[in-house]
């Protein structure tokens, strides 16, 4: 790819799983999302290695099964919402 890009590699690694032949993604994202989607991926049939480097590889399967995975939390939310975990102070508030 051009440009990095998790939704770019996340539609790519998707649609190539149940695709003929072999994918390969160059330049591609390496967030933990995308090391998360593979992994989900693999765990219903799909052949994807390299997923958390910038070049992945997909091998196109016929079919995939299914499966109970534990998806990764979201750290945006858990960035951004953490009075929803519990307590939560902040020390110096702005004015």
């Known amino acids: 790819m051009d440009k ?4 770019a590699t996340v539609t790519i690694m998707s649609a190539a799983t149940l695709a003929e032949g ?3 993604i160059e330049n591609a994202a ?3 999302e995308i ?4 992994n989900f991926l693999n765990a219903l049939g799909a052949k994807i290695t390299g997923q958390g480097s910038d070049r992945i590889t ?4 016929q079919r995939l099964g299914g499966g109970v ?14 009075g929803g975990r519990g ?4 020390q110096d508030p702005l004015p």
């Open 58 to 61: 997909i091998e196109g399967v």
């Open 69 to 82: 995975y534990r998806v990764l939390p979201d750290r945006i939310e858990n960035r951004d919402f953490p």
């Open 22 to 24: 072999t994918t390969i």
């Open 35 to 38: 090391v998360d989607t593979a």
């Open 4 to 7: 990095v890009s998790v939704g």
């Open 87 to 90: 307590d939560f102070r902040r």
């Open 30 to 32: 390496r967030e933990p």
